[in-house]
C-alpha cells in the first residue's frame, strides 16, 4: 500500500480537510519494543473510531499519544490540522481540547464531584464560577449522576465515578474524546451504565477514539474498528463487516478467542 501523506488532502479513508485527527507513519518505542509501527489513521468530526486488538498490541500507547502523554519518536499528529504541540501552555490548550476519560477514574479525592467537573473551566477556560457551576451541574444530570453532586469521590460507585470523569471532560467542550479502556476497572454490573452514556455522546456526534473490550460497543456505536496487533493496525473495517467477515488471519484468531459464547 502507497501511504500517502495526511497533510496532503489526497487520503482514501478520511479526506484531510475532514480530519479532526490525523496520525501519520507514527513511530514509539520504550527501549528495544516498538509498539507503535508507521501508524497512519485518520479521524473524522462526528466519527467513532473503536481501537480494539489483543493486549500490549499498542492500542492504549496510541490513544495517550494523541494528547501527548506519551510522546512520539517519528511522524506526525495533527488535531484539528494543527501539529500537537511539545510543551508549555499551547499543550495544555490542546489537553483541553483532548477530552481523555482512563481506566482509572483520577478524579481529584479531596474536591466533590462538582468541584472536580468546574475545575478545568476555572483553571484553563477561564469560566467565571457561576457559568463553571451551572455548566457542570448540567453535565452531570446528562452523565446521571446530578444528585451526587457535592458527594467526594469514594463516597460513589466505580461506575458513578468513571461518569463524573466523562462529565469533567465533557466541560472543556472537547473537539475529540479518548477514552483508554474506560470500562476495564468497574465491576461487570457497572459498565453498561458507562457505555450507555458513551452511546447518547455517539449518537450526539462527539468524535470519539475508544480502546475497548466491550465488543458489544464497537457493533453498536463504532463507524469503524480499528484492529490492532504488534504495534501494527492490522484491519480496519465498518463493524458489520469487522464482525462478520475479518479479512486478516490475526483478527479472525482474536475474534474466534473472544466471541466463543
Not at 48 to 67: A, D
Not at 117 to 134: C, F, I, N, S
Not at 158 to 177: C, E, S, T
Not at 226 to 231: R, S
Amino acid at each position: 500500500m502507497s501511504g500517502v501523506s495526511v497533510t496532503e488532502g489526497t487520503q482514501d479513508a478520511v479526506p484531510a480537510a475532514d480530519s479532526l485527527v490525523a496520525l501519520s507513519n507514527v513511530n514509539k518505542h520504550f527501549g528495544a519494543l516498538h509498539v507503535l509501527q508507521d501508524i497512519d489513521l485518520s479521524i473524522a468530526r462526528g466519527e467513532v473510531v473503536v481501537v480494539i486488538g489483543p493486549s500490549g498490541s499498542g492500542k492504549s500507547t496510541l490513544c495517550r499519544t494523541i494528547n501527548r502523554l506519551e510522546t512520539i519518536d517519528s511522524g506526525t499528529i495533527t488535531l484539528d490540522g494543527l501539529p500537537l504541540p511539545a510543551e508549555g501552555k499551547e499543550l495544555a490548550r490542546l489537553r483541553a481540547d483532548v477530552g481523555m476519560v482512563f481506566q482509572s477514574f483520577n478524579l481529584f479525592a479531596h474536591k466533590t464531584v462538582l468541584e472536580n467537573v468546574m475545575l478545568g473551566q476555572l483553571k484553563v477556560r477561564k469560566t467565571d464560577r457561576p457559568a463553571a457551576e451551572e455548566k457542570a451541574r448540567a453535565l452531570l444530570d446528562r452523565v446521571g449522576v446530578g444528585t451526587q453532586a457535592d458527594k467526594y469521590p469514594a463516597q460513589l460507585s466505580g461506575g458513578q465515578q468513571q461518569r463524573v470523569a466523562i462529565a469533567r471532560a465533557l466541560a472543556m467542550d472537547p473537539k475529540v474524546m479518548l477514552f483508554d479502556e474506560p470500562t476495564s476497572a468497574l465491576d461487570p454490573e457497572m459498565i453498561n451504565e458507562v457505555l450507555e452514556v458513551m452511546q447518547q455522546l455517539a449518537r450526539e456526534g462527539m468524535t470519539m477514539i475508544v480502546v475497548t473490550h466491550e465488543m458489544g460497543f464497537a457493533r453498536s456505536a463504532a463507524n469503524r474498528v480499528v484492529f490492532m496487533a504488534d504495534g501494527k493496525i492490522v484491519e480496519e473495517a465498518a463493524p458489520d463487516q469487522f464482525f462478520s467477515n475479518p479479512r486478516s488471519d490475526r483478527a479472525k484468531d482474536f475474534l474466534s478467542k473472544i466471541l466463543h459464547h
